[in-house]
């Protein structure tokens, strides 16, 4: 007969078993995966978005559709996302290789398209625009809107500015200049559009030829990037939370040289100049083996400077539903983005606000929405710019001792950690905006093909700027205090509104199924204002109180300004289309502004566009199987540019202080004035004419 024998075994080994199982579990969870991402004709999409669903880990194919993300866990799911084609989801199950095939997205073809005052769908359209749906940004790992648009529209071309914390990169359509915004029917500050939540972004609509734009007239030469913000979801309450941690750092820092082969080399170059060395073997030996450090270092400035990631963070909060006749949606967003510095001297913070609440009156065809939209944003930087310290972590010889012996900073005339210490000043730049924002349309109950409708948008903004220069103490290797310029201070403050109205009224009507007329007229006016006040003070006594008022008076310097503008126009479209098949499209706008003399103020800037969709005609059917969409369209059409100089059709004046000497000597300085250069009361808008041939092809089930 047997018996069980029991084991002991000692609780110490029990929890040695389970810790090695556990960790034998957590580094199995994470993988290294690979791939290649492929369309229909086995062809490599460059460009496709790889994110690990749920997170903000992700990456982009490259120029043969390969890509690898690191950190993956094994029970992941991969989103695999391009223009043009269907999302893919993807389920990691501990496979590490993987070819993704993507299929071309025939919704894409018929999704409602926003355009200028009103909307229309891509099969409809006889311009040139190109949609991007809000929900293909919200996961990308973009610190702003303009960058999560980069690769997502064709002739939208985004360039990086740098990785500053806060900084915007630049956007252009087909490589013009700027664009101009225009958020929920308004024309925008470029300031909204990058401070948008891209949580809050239903859809965008990128304008880019002249039958698309002329309806914007005097600002729309360069484009325009439409955006419509989501309204309230249907039924019950939906709560919706998001927060995202993600954790930054440079693609690559250059290595430094050390002490020891800088001081080498120091004499190889004054050797081949047939000069003495400048250090001796015994100074190379303290080098190498650092045993005089505070004299002769090995100072490595950047692991001193900087920290190995920059972290940042996002919050989103959003509630939505409809109650009765009420649709509302309301949203919350906080960004706090922090730098590579040690000293924490550089951040930036967003603040966001948007509520857009609806109610529908059935019985008489009205709607009306309030819209309210906000943000605040707070950038302090160091007083010493960016380049100028990247510069000098990278230039400033490691034999330069950063820190004397009982930890104080050793003087240098440009020191880079000094640079970076909060106790060097700052450069802080402060704003604020809200818009509020009234709409109604009305749909008449006895002739439903018509709509009119009113538009009023207030906006105010304000911005602080506020630059203290100081640097914090030095001393030299004998303790003694390094000297530094006095502080300085100055200060700017600048407040603005600007309100727009609108006039509308629509119609649209299909008669005996085959023709569809669209109609729309719009009055537009607009009004803004804005005053500017900066001061500036110097040879501060100390750097404690970082005010106006504690500084010299001596050289003080101060100035302000205010301006106003107005502008009105008339909008007109017409559009007609035959069974979805032939498209005739004509519009225009009668543009006035006030920044030229009367008798050149108003613009007339029209448009036309016509689109022949072959593959709706009869002799198409028998490619009906493979190739389901041929269309042509062409367009033409004239914009206006009215960017000159406030006022240059008035000839200006000049007031200043006369160097001339009258009485008491040099202190008594009469003010005068000069009359400035000649006006040109002739000059008017500048107008560009813009052709536009287009091919829209589509296979396969689009």
């Known amino acids: 007969m047997k018996k069980n024998v029991p084991v002991p075994c000692s609780l110490r080994q029990i929890l040695s078993l389970a810790l090695l199982l556990l960790g034998s579990t957590m580094v199995a969870q994470n993988l290294t995966v690979k791939g290649l991402v492929v369309d229909s004709s086995a062809e490599p999409v460059i460009g496709a978005n790889v994110l690990v669903e749920g997170t903000t880990n992700g990456t982009i194919t490259d120029f043969e559709g390969l890509f690898t993300l690191q950190n993956v866990p094994s029970k992941a799911n991969l989103v695999i996302s391009f223009i043009g084609y269907k999302t893919q989801v993807v389920p990691v199950s501990g496979q590490k290789d993987f070819k993704i095939v993507l299929k071309d997205d025939s919704e894409l073809i018929d999704e409602v398209v926003v355009i200028g005052y009103g909307t229309t769908s891509t099969r409809k359209m006889a311009s040139s625009v190109t949609a991007v749906k809000g929900e293909k940004l919200q996961d990308l790992p973009f610190n702003d809107v303009v960058s999560s648009l980069q690769g997502r529209a064709s002739g939208v071309i985004v360039q990086q500015s740098g990785g500053e914390p806060g900084s915007v990169p630049s956007i252009s359509i087909r490589g013009g200049g700027a664009p101009i915004y225009v958020i929920d029917g308004v024309i925008s500050d470029s300031w909204d559009f990058n401070t948008l939540n891209p949580v809050d972004i239903e859809s965008m609509s990128i304008l880019k030829d002249a039958a698309s734009l002329a309806v914007y007239g005097s600002r729309a030469a360069n484009g325009i990037i439409m955006v419509k913000t989501k309204q309230g979801g249907k039924g019950k309450i939906a709560v919706t939370y998001s927060f995202n941690a993600e954790f930054s750092?440079?693609?690559m820092m250059m290595e430094k040289t050390r002490a020891y082969d800088y001081a080498v080399h120091q004499n190889l170059v004054r050797e081949n100049d047939f000069l003495s060395p400048t250090f001796d073997d015994t100074q190379l030996q303290a080098i190498l083996n650092q045993t005089d450090p505070y004299n002769l270092a090995d100072t490595d400035w950047q692991d001193l400077a900087l920290k190995n990631f920059a972290p940042q963070y996002k919050h989103s909060l959003s509630l939505s539903g409809t109650s009765q006749r009420v649709n509302y949606y309301v949203s919350l967003g906080a960004f706090d983005q922090g730098s590579l510095y040690r000293s924490n001297a550089l951040n930036y913070n967003r603040y966001n606000l948007r509520s857009n609440i609806n109610t529908t009156f059935d019985e008489i065809g009205l709607k009306v929405g309030v819209n309210i939209n906000g943000a605040i944003e707070n950038k302090e930087y160091p007083s010493t710019s960016a380049g100028r310290i990247w510069e000098l972590l990278a230039d400033v010889s490691p034999l330069q001792p950063a820190y004397n012996e009982d930890g104080t900073y050793r003087a240098l005339t440009d020191h880079p950690l000094v640079?970076?210490?909060?106790?060097?000043?700052?450069?802080?730049?402060?704003?604020?905006?809200?818009?509020?924002?009234?709409v109604a349309d009305w749909t008449l109950p006895w002739l439903k093909d018509l709509t009119l409708g009113t538009m009023f948008n207030y906006r105010a903004n304000d911005s602080h700027v506020k630059n203290f220069s100081t640097k914090a103490p030095q001393y030299n290797a004998d303790g003694s205090l390094y000297p530094i310029?006095?502080?300085?201070?100055?200060?700017?403050?600048?407040?603005?509104?600007?309100?727009?109205?609108?006039?509308?009224?629509a119609y649209m009507k299909t008669f005996a199924e085959k023709h569809t007329i669209d109609a729309k007229a719009v009055f537009t006016v607009s009004e803004s204002d804005g005053s500017e006040f900066w001061a500036s003070r110097k040879e501060y006594m100390s750097a404690v109180v970082d005010q106006l008022f504690a500084g010299s008076?001596?050289?003080?310097?101060?100035?302000?300004?205010?301006?106003?503008?107005?502008?009105?126009?008339?909008v007109g479209r017409l559009k007609y289309d035959y069974e979805n098949r032939y498209i005739i499209e004509g519009s225009f706008r009668y543009d006035g502004s006030d920044n030229f003399?009367?008798?050149?103020?108003w613009g007339f800037f029209p448009s036309a566009s016509v689109g022949w969709k072959l593959s709706e005609e009869k002799f198409w059917e028998p490619l009906k199987s493979s190739w389901d969409l041929f269309k042509l369209r062409f367009s033409y059409g004239a914009l206006g540019n009215q960017q000159v100089s406030d006022?240059?059709?008035?000839?200006?004046?000049?007031?200043?202080?006369?160097?001339?000497?009258?009485?008491?000597?040099a202190s008594n300085k009469p003010n005068g004035a000069t009359v400035g250069s000649s006006s040109m009361d002739g000059l008017t808008w500048e107008t560009t004419y813009h052709y536009n041939l287009g091919l829209d092809l589509g296979f396969l089930g689009n």
Do not use: C
């Not at 106790?423 to 809200?434: L, P």
């Open 249 to 251: 750092q440079p693609t």
């Open 419 to 438: 640079l970076t210490d909060k106790r060097s000043g700052y450069d802080k730049n402060d704003g604020k905006y809200i818009n509020v924002q009234l």
């Open 485 to 505: 310029a006095k502080p300085s201070l100055t200060e700017k403050g600048y407040w603005g509104s600007i309100y727009n109205f609108e006039l509308s009224a």
């Open 553 to 570: 008076q001596e050289g003080q310097l101060n100035s302000g300004n205010s301006s106003e503008g107005g502008r009105m126009g008339f």
């Open 597 to 601: 003399a009367p008798g050149h103020r």
């Open 647 to 665: 006022y240059a059709y008035i000839r200006s004046v000049s007031t200043y202080n006369l160097g001339y000497v009258f009485e008491n000597g």
